[in-house]
T-cell receptor, first 113, second 114 residues
Framework: GAVVSQHPSWVICKSGTSVKIECRSL??????MFWYRQFPKQSLMLMAT?????????EQGVEKDKFLINHASLTLSTLTVTSAHPEDSSFYIC?????????FGPGTRLTVT | SQQGEEDPQALSIQEGENATMNCSYK?????LQWYRQNSGRGLVHLIL?????REKHSGRLRVTLDTSKKSSSLLITASRAADTASYFC??????????????FGKGTLLTVNP
């Protein structure tokens, strides 16, 4: 149990376009999900905390208008990278929280050309 | 901000040898967790150790926690080529209402040579 999926697993987009990444908890409900970004050979950096039915909480330095988060249901959170630029190219990983543990998705590789 | 700092940053060993990775952190924690990440993949949870625990075992994994030194170690015994991955510690910072937020260390890249 406790499986989290992400879609797509990889995406290539042109500079200036927007990209939506989905994070789903497949076999449990998650009122809280987290979004992380990971640059090559670096660690995971928490971007924001997504709470079902309320606004996301963003970490310092993360632009909320650029990284739109919607947690519309107990099993789905989405991250939309708006007006993507090459510097937004990264590996985006989500996690869903349940009973003191976070369960991680497989990640989404975003490449902005 | 990065709470955990792992060392070494990279470790290369031969199959069958033991691998030890260390993690240090700065503030009080509720628990500390270790994760493995294969290249370009998501995270796999390995083990969680609570702040009131000193040692924990899971298969070939042994984790220790020294809250007085704010440090933890992960020992992988009898390593295998399949253990090749990056290993991260993550702390669950004791921050009141949001005490389930994780802060990750920089990670150790372990290479196990066959």
């Amino acid at each position: 149990g406790a499986v989290v999926s992400q879609h797509p697993s990889w995406v290539i987009c042109k500079s200036g376009t927007s990209v939506k990444i989905e994070c789903r908890s497949l076999d449990f409900q998650a009122t809280t999900m987290f979004w992380y970004r990971q640059f090559p050979k670096q660690s995971l950096m928490l971007m924001a905390t997504s709470n079902e039915g309320s606004k996301a909480t963003y970490e310092q330095g993360v632009e909320k208008d650029k990284f739109l988060i919607n947690h519309a249901s107990l099993t789905l959170s989405t991250l939309t990278v708006t007006s993507a630029h090459p510097e937004d190219s990264s590996f985006y990983i989500c996690s869903a929280y349940r009973v003191y543990e976070q369960y991680f998705g497989p990640g989404t590789r975003l490449t902005v050309t | 901000s990065q709470q955990g700092e792992e060392d070494p940053q990279a470790l290369s060993i031969q199959e069958g040898e033991n691998a030890t990775m260390n993690c240090s952190y700065k503030t009080s924690i509720n628990n500390l967790q270790w994760y493995r990440q294969n290249s370009g993949r998501g995270l796999v949870h390995l083990i969680l150790i609570r702040s009131n625990e000193r040692e924990k075992h899971s298969g070939r994994l042994r984790v220790t926690l020294d809250t007085s030194k704010k440090s933890s170690s992960l020992l992988i015994t009898a390593s295998r080529a399949a253990d090749t991955a990056s290993y991260f510690c993550a702390t669950d910072v004791d921050s009141g209402g949001s005490n389930y937020k994780l802060t990750f260390g920089k990670g150790t890249l372990l290479t196990v040579n066959p």
